[in-house]
């Protein structure tokens, strides 16, 4: 029995007796954990038998294997079905599921790539489908493969704008081999949804989306089996199976009742609901999931090496914005698994670049910051992309839920963002990022690249492309002078102390333009005999503590940091921290306080205290105290 055919009797009926075994599963492992969300699991557990022993192609024993189909439960507090459903499999045992959240066990209260098959962490919800799309388009457009994927999804998340993002997503890029499931159980948390049971409502929201669209009995298993058949067929069209289910299906007083959402059954009751879901059961059969068509490229995104050094002089002049734009370009004929995800900014932020060079590498995701975020993370699982994602950096700010599950998911994605800065100038305070040094410090193994010239540029992106985690390199599109040579070598957590004596008074330490002002008020504060030392850090996560406080003891403890960033979570707090536990320092801040305006960039560096003049005030001011 294959995806395209039709099951007989006998299959039919072992899948709905393995759908209440994976409610006896799901019902088990939260009344052993006494917490989780049973009832969500029971309203799925049918979609989740015909998707796991029907549907879906894959290798039981490499859950990881390329070939394989994609999963992405999207509802991940039905996290308990999806562990039961490898159960069934072989990949977990029964007695593993009854150490469903505990400290020592991998099965979470939500997914996460702690566990082989789950290839992107969920449970904040509204994030799944976008992953899927990210999948989707892989294997459509990169590997050329059979493989499909299927996101199922809880019809109380569907409010949360990024599904809808990811629906525009995937029509607009005809994405035929994804399937999304909408298990329509009625109940959201503390309530009925929106739409309740209203099937018709899903179909024409999902239809005007340009979706293929089903609405079936999502308990009927024939009919789940019929539906997926037909989107096997469908070219040129996403499909959408509208799942109508009853929240806690099968359980007696709980059945499409309120009140009941993340609360496993009463202790006293956990045996008699057994018991009945049991007496359903006709067979103790299982059916084997069927092979995949093995035909995805074997492909390698390690080890990546620039055909040559970076292609400039110093005292040349570029922007680190578009440098870094040319060195993607670069990098995308040194390994053709690099790909860009753009938001509709590729003329600002010279993505264009990029796209001129490897036009079927970029992915156009429009003004959907959210949904880019996940579709890059749905590119990069298994290792099948290298993944670029490239906006103005504010704006990575509304997709900060999207970074925080990409750690959780433990991804390798890079996100540039372009226009940091006051420096980035007339356009005014909505498109300049100041916060963005914060957000993406915050982030658990994310490393953070400021680059401050082209060099130093080119170096950041061919780092990001060879390290593992997520990376963010900070961009800004005011031109700079080249300071380095094309043999300079960078690595990550090394700072640069670029301006250096015996006589220096004071440290100072910028990075991208302010490193640049920092360096003319050395310039300027050397005619009146008076000694800087000047230190770039290149990457500000990890911040190379060791070469800060060596050079700030051999300056009398005395350091200024100046950066274009909000004072809160920027450079200066993480020269704080490192400087801690160091006594008899004294660390003077500069950074931008309050919201900017628009104006030149050198009136905005002026008006907020972070221009030459600014740094040879603080340095006097420094050495006088």
């Not at 569907?158 to 999304?180: I, Q, R």
């Not at 790909?339 to 590498?361: A, G, N, P, Q, Y």
């Not at 099948?384 to 994605?413: E, K, P, Y």
């Amino acid at each position: 029995m294959g995806d395209d055919a039709k099951p007989d009797a006998d299959s039919l009926q072992v899948l709905r007796d393995l759908a209440n075994r994976l409610r006896i599963h799901s019902i088990r492992a939260t009344c052993a954990s006494n917490s989780g969300h049973p009832t969500s699991c029971c309203s799925a557990a049918e979609i989740m038998s015909v998707l796991f022993f029907h549907a879906m192609r894959y290798k039981p024993a490499h859950p990881e294997h390329p070939d394989n189909d994609r999963f992405i439960l999207s509802k991940g507090h039905a996290a308990p079905v999806l562990y039961a459903a490898w159960a069934e499999v072989g990949d977990i045992s029964e007695s593993d599921l009854l150490n469903l959240r505990k400290i020592h066990c991998d099965l979470e209260g939500h997914p996460t790539p702690r566990l082989s098959f789950v290839d992107v962490a969920t449970g904040s919800l509204g994030q799944g489908l976008g992953a899927a799309c990210g999948m989707a388009y892989t294997g459509l457009h990169f590997d050329k493969a059979s493989y499909r994927v299927f996101c199922l999804l809880g019809d109380g998340e569907s409010s949360e704008g990024s599904v809808w993002e990811a629906l525009a997503f995937a029509s607009y890029h005809n994405l035929d081999n994804l399937v999304a499931v909408f298990d329509v159980n009625r109940l959201g948390q503390s309530g009925a949804t929106p739409l309740e049971h209203c099937t018709d409502l899903y179909q024409k929201r999902c239809e005007a989306f340009g979706w293929n669209t089903y609405v079936v009995d999502g308990h009927d298993v024939e009919a789940l089996c019929q539906a997926f058949r037909q989107a096997a067929q469908v070219k040129n069209k996403p499909t959408a199976i509208i799942a109508k289910t009853f929240k806690g299906r099968g359980i007696p007083n709980v059945e499409d009742a309120e009140n009941w959402h993340g609360k496993p059954m009463p202790k006293e009751r956990e045996d008699a609901i057994i018991k009945l879901i049991e007496s359903q059961i006709q067979t103790k059969k299982n059916l084997i999931p069927k092979p995949p068509v093995e035909d995805s490229p074997q492909i390698s995104i390690k080890n990546i090496k620039m055909a040559s050094l970076p292609d400039y002089k110093v005292g040349d002049k570029l922007a680190t914005q578009k440098a870094c734009d040319l060195a993607l370009s670069k990098l995308g004929h040194a390994n053709k698994r690099v790909i860009v995800l753009d938001s509709d900014t590729k003329s600002s932020t010279f993505s264009e670049i990029f796209k001129k060079e490897h036009h079927d590498r970029v992915i156009e995701c429009l003004i959907t910051e959210q949904n880019m975020v996940s579709v890059a993370l749905g590119c990069a699982t298994r290792g099948r992309t290298i993944a670029f994602v490239g906006t103005f950096a504010t704006f990575l700010t509304r997709a900060f839920d999207q970074i925080r599950m990409g750690a959780i998911s433990q991804t390798n994605i890079n996100l540039i963002g372009s226009h940091c800065g006051v420096s980035a100038g007339e356009d005014g305070p909505s498109q300049l990022a100041l916060e963005d040094l914060a957000m993406f410090r915050s982030i658990p193994n994310c490393t953070v690249f400021y680059p401050s010239d082209a060099i130093s540029t080119e170096h950041a992106v061919y780092l990001a492309a060879n390290t593992k985690g997520m990376c963010f390199i900070r961009t800004n599109p005011t031109e700079t002078a080249v300071i380095y040579s094309p043999q300079e070598n960078f690595e990550i957590g090394q700072a640069k102390v670029i301006r250096h004596s015996v006589n220096d008074k004071v440290t100072v330490i910028g990075a991208g333009v302010t490193l640049h002002e920092a360096l003319a008020a050395a310039a300027d504060l050397s005619e009146q005999d008076i000694s800087i030392r000047v230190i770039d850090p290149f990457t500000i996560k990890p911040l190379d503590a060791a070469t800060i406080i060596s050079n700030v003891k051999a300056t009398g403890g005395r350091v200024i940091t100046v950066e274009e960033h909000y004072r809160e979570g920027g450079i200066g707090e993480a020269v704080c921290a490192a400087l801690s536990g160091e006594p008899d320092i004294l660390v003077h801040q500069l950074a931008v306080s309050g919201a900017p305006q628009s104006g030149k960039p050198s009136e905005l560096l002026d008006m907020f205290g972070i221009s030459a003049r600014h740094i040879i005030e603080a340095v006097k001011y420094t050495i006088l105290n």
